[in-house]
């Protein structure tokens, strides 16, 4: 018994890890796509 709780608590902790890397994702996708948009007047004129 004491076991599957630890397990089920260390699942928990994975869970929470995935989501908080999907939420860093999330944010650094719409960083690097703001930069981009950003970019394209000014790197259009470069190439």
Do not use: F, T
């Amino acid at each position: 018994k004491r076991k599957v709780i630890e397990k089920v608590q260390h699942i928990q902790l994975l869970q929470n890890n995935v989501r908080s890397q999907l939420i860093e994702m999330k944010r650094l996708e719409v960083d690097i796509d703001i930069k981009i948009r950003s970019c394209k007047g000014s790197c259009s004129r470069a190439l």
